[in-house]
T-cell receptor
Framework: DGGITQSPKYLFRKEGQNVTLSCEQN?????MYWYRQDPGQGLRLIYY???????QKGDIAEGYSVSREKKESFPLTVTSAQKNPTAFYLC???????????FGPGTRLTVT | GIQVEQSPPDLILQEGANSTLRCNFS?????LQWFHQNPWGQLINLFY???GTKQNGRLSATTVATERYSLLYISSSQTTDSGVYFC?????????????FGQGTTLQVKP
C-alpha cells in the first residue's frame, strides 16, 4: 500500500525544546517537501529536497532543519530558534520536481 | 512573486446543488493542482491540471492557462464534499517545485 506517512499525528512540546517530525514515503519519489499551514491559511514551503543528500531552503526555513539521508525519509526538526512553531506541518513528495505532489496526513505541533 | 486568488472564500450549499469554485493566478504556471482538505487536515488530490479539462465522477476542472484561471465544478454536492478546497500553482519560472497556495474556499454542504 503506497503512500506517505507522518508521525506523530499530534505533538506537544515546551518552549525551548527541539522536536523532530517524521516523514516517510514508499512511492519511490525523488522529490520531497515540507510545508507549514497556519489556521485559515494556505500552505507555505519550509524546505525541499530534489534528491538524496541534497536539500534547499524554502520561503520560511528559519528555525527549521532537515536531512535527506535516504530516498524514502525526510525528517524535519523544529528548533528552539523558530519563533512561532505551533502549526500544522505537512510533508509531500513527487516523482520529480515540478510534477504532481502528494501529501501525508500531517502533524499538529503545539508548543507552550 | 505569483499571486493566487480563490473565490468565493466561503460557500454554503444544500445537498444536491451544483457549484463552481474559481482560482485566478497572476503569471504563467507549469503546474496547477486542486486539493480538498478534509476536517482532519488531510489534503486529498483532486486534479493535476496545468491546462485543459478533466473529469472525475461528480467533479470536473478546467484550466485556461492563457487567461490565468482555473475552475473546479462540483455537481450534485454531498455532505462529504464539505471542507476546504485549495488551488495551488507552480510558477512558470520555478525550479524548486514550490507550490503556491491560494487561501482556499470553505465549502459547507447542508443535508
Amino acid at each position: 500500500d503506497g503512500g506517505i506517512t507522518q508521525s506523530p499525528k499530534y505533538l506537544f512540546r515546551k518552549e525551548g525544546q527541539n522536536v523532530t517530525l517524521s516523514c516517510e514515503q514508499n512511492l519511490n519519489h525523488d522529490a520531497m517537501y515540507w510545508y507549514r499551514q497556519d489556521p485559515g491559511q494556505g500552505l507555505r514551503l519550509i524546505y525541499y529536497s530534489q534528491i538524496v543528500n541534497d536539500f534547499q531552503k524554502g520561503d520560511i526555513a528559519e528555525g527549521y532543519s532537515v536531512s535527506r539521508e535516504k530516498k524514502e525519509s525526510f525528517p524535519l526538526t523544529v528548533t528552539s530558534a523558530q519563533k512561532n512553531p505551533t502549526a500544522f506541518y505537512l510533508c509531500a513528495s513527487s516523482i520529480g520536481v515540478g510534477l504532481e505532489q502528494y501529501f501525508g496526513p500531517g502533524t499538529r505541533l503545539t508548543v507552550t | 512573486g505569483i499571486q493566487v486568488e480563490q473565490s468565493p472564500p466561503d460557500l454554503i450549499l444544500q445537498e444536491g446543488a451544483n457549484s463552481t469554485l474559481r482560482c485566478n493566478f497572476s503569471d504563467s504556471v507549469n503546474n496547477l493542482q486542486w486539493f480538498h482538505q478534509n476536517p482532519w487536515g488531510q489534503l486529498i488530490n483532486l486534479f493535476y491540471i496545468p491546462s485543459g479539462t478533466k473529469q472525475n465522477g461528480r467533479l470536473s476542472a478546467t484550466t485556461v492557462a492563457t487567461e490565468r484561471y482555473s475552475l473546479l465544478y462540483i455537481s450534485s454536492s454531498q455532505t462529504t464534499d464539505s471542507g476546504v478546497y485549495f488551488c495551488a500553482v507552480l510558477h512558470g519560472s520555478s525550479n524548486t517545485g514550490k507550490l503556491i497556495f491560494g487561501q482556499g474556499t470553505t465549502l459547507q454542504v447542508k443535508p
